[in-house]
């Protein structure tokens, strides 16, 4: 596997999406985070994230966006750690361990990572059958880098786009047009045997911590695990992990590698 010592992460994402909880409703939310309180003792409402199932029978490699009629809008809580650098989500459908970059840092590793989002996990299914809500399934389990590439860091315009992601030409047929203002790529990769996809953003942002310039590259590997049980959901992690870790290292470039110290 790919290893950085200063990799550009700043975000990552462990999480599961499961047939939706039909007796689950708003009082859950808070008598789960009386569960968690003393790990997580701050908490934030937002809009429910929506199911983007990836599909491998179609010809569009598009994930399937399910719709659903409810009689009242769907949300979603987050629990916050008391180190403020990890916090979990929760919905009807899903549950997210998240893992954000706090001033200077360290990304802590996905063998950090991975336990913290496990033990939570066992807490969170323990909590459904305690309520008689039952035991999730699963669906499918996801895996997000989220990287800021900052500017005088390798790149100063999109004329160095290339020198970041061997992948881009900057070359065109009659040279009309002049270097690009802004570039979005988005592509995506299947795995081997339908075990699940890869997708990888990029485009430019403007860091609201700083308000600093980057290239935000999202890597993202989506995919169904064997069963509903936790040792088959970390396993399709540990894969969504390492397809992760070294599509970013074969998308983008050497020389910026060497920016970030990969040592192998």
Known sequence: MPEFDSPPVIETVLGVEFKPLERWGIPH????WERVRKDFPQYAVHAALPSQIESFNQTSAQPVANIELVEAPEIRC???HTDEERLIQVQRDRFVHNWRKKGDHAYPKYKAI???????????????????????????CEVTYINHIEIDRGWKSMADLA??????????????????????LAASFLMPEDRGRLRIMLGPAIRTVDLRQVLQ???????????????AILDWLDLGHEWVVRG????TSKKMHSLWKRRR
């Open 248 to 251: 970013f290292a074969d998308f």
């Open 78 to 80: 987050w629990f916050f």
């Open 217 to 231: 590259l999202t890597v993202t590997a989506r995919g169904s695990p064997e069963s509903s049980m936790t040792e």
């Open 114 to 140: 991975r336990p913290r989002f496990e033990s939570n996990w066992e807490v969170f299914c323990g909590f459904l059958m305690s309520q008689g809500l039952g035991v999730p399934d699963v669906v499918q």
């Open 29 to 32: 939310f808070g008598l789960f």
């Open 163 to 184: 020198s970041i992601l061997p992948a881009w030409s900057d070359e065109r047929s009659n040279g009309f047009l002049p270097t690009p203002e802004t570039v979005q």
